[in-house]
Antibody, heavy 119, light 111 residues
Framework: QVQLQESGPGLVKPSQTLSLTCTVSGDYISSSGYYWSWIRQLPGKGLEWIGYIYYSGVTYYNPSLRSRLNISVDTSKNQFSLNLNSVTAADTAVYYC????????????WGQGTLVTVS | QSALTQPASVSGSPGQSITISCTGTSSDVGGYNYVSWYQQHPGKAPKLMIYEVRNRPSGVSHRFSGSKSGNTASLTISGLQAEDEADYYCSSYTSGSIHYVFGIGTKVTVL
C-alpha cells in the first residue's frame, strides 16, 4: 500500500520560506507513470494545485505561484520537497502531497495533509 | 485556468439519489475523459471515488457513479447514507499549463 507523509514546520513567518518534504513508502518515486504533487487547501476553501514533479526532475508549476515556487525530488531518499518563498498570510493552508497516476490523470494516493500557518 | 463550476451544496434524504454537476469547457471536461471525483470528510484528506469519468477504484461503493455530457460531468450518489455527508470535488485534465484543475467543491448534506 502506497503511503505519503508530509513533514515540516507548522509555523512560518511572513516573508520567509515554507519548506515541506513528502516521504513516500510502498512505491519507488522513480517509478514511471506518476507525478509527485503538492496540493493545498486554504482554510474553508477548495483544493488548489501547487505543482508536481516527475522522477526525472521535470516540473509543472501553478502559474500563480511559479515565481515563488521550487519543487525538487530526491530519489535516493524516496522523497520530494516543496519550497515556497516570500510567504504571506494568504499562504496559510493545509498542504497535501499526493501521487498522480498519469495514465488516468487522477490522484490515487494522498498524504494526510499538514497545516502550515504563516504568522 | 479557472476552477470547474460545481453547486455549492446539494442535499437529500437517506435512501434518495442526488447528482452533483461539474461544468468546465472544451479545454478540460469536454475535451478529455479524465474527470475524477473526490470525497472529503472534515479534517481528512480527499479520497478518490471516480476516475476516467465513470470508473470506481477498488473498495468504493457501487452507489457512486459518474457520467459526462459535453462540458459537464456528474457524480450520482444512490441510496444516500449518513456517511456520504462530505465535500465532493471534481477534477479534470486540462490543456492548460498545470494540466489539472479542481472544481470549487460541493457540500453534500444528508437530511
Amino acid at each position: 500500500q502506497v503511503q505519503l507523509q508530509e513533514s515540516g514546520p507548522g509555523l512560518v513567518k511572513p516573508s520567509q520560506t515554507l519548506s515541506l518534504t513528502c516521504t513516500v513508502s510502498g512505491d519507488y518515486i522513480s517509478s514511471s507513470g506518476y507525478y509527485w504533487s503538492w496540493i493545498r487547501q486554504l482554510p474553508g476553501k477548495g483544493l488548489e494545485w501547487i505543482g508536481y514533479i516527475y522522477y526525472s526532475g521535470v516540473t509543472y508549476y501553478n502559474p500563480s505561484l511559479r515565481s515563488r515556487l521550487n519543487i525538487s525530488v530526491d530519489t535516493s531518499k524516496n522523497q520530494f520537497s516543496l519550497n515556497l518563498n516570500s510567504v504571506t498570510a494568504a499562504d496559510t493552508a493545509v498542504y497535501y502531497c499526493a501521487r498522480v497516476k498519469t495514465t488516468v490523470a487522477t490522484v490515487d494516493y494522498w498524504g494526510q495533509g499538514t497545516l502550515v500557518t504563516v504568522s | 485556468q479557472s476552477a470547474l463550476t460545481q453547486p455549492a451544496s446539494v442535499s437529500g434524504s437517506p435512501g434518495q439519489s442526488i447528482t452533483i454537476s461539474c461544468t468546465g469547457t472544451s479545454s478540460d471536461v469536454g475535451g478529455y475523459n479524465y474527470v475524477s471525483w473526490y470525497q472529503q470528510h472534515p479534517g481528512k484528506a480527499p479520497k478518490l471515488m471516480i476516475y476516467e469519468v465513470r470508473n470506481r477504484p477498488s473498495g468504493v461503493s457501487h452507489r457512486f457513479s459518474g457520467s459526462k455530457s459535453g462540458n459537464t460531468a456528474s457524480l450520482t450518489i444512490s441510496g444516500l447514507q449518513a456517511e456520504d455527508e462530505a465535500d465532493y470535488y471534481c477534477s479534470s485534465y486540462t490543456s492548460g499549463s498545470i494540466h489539472y484543475v479542481f472544481g470549487i467543491g460541493t457540500k453534500v448534506t444528508v437530511l
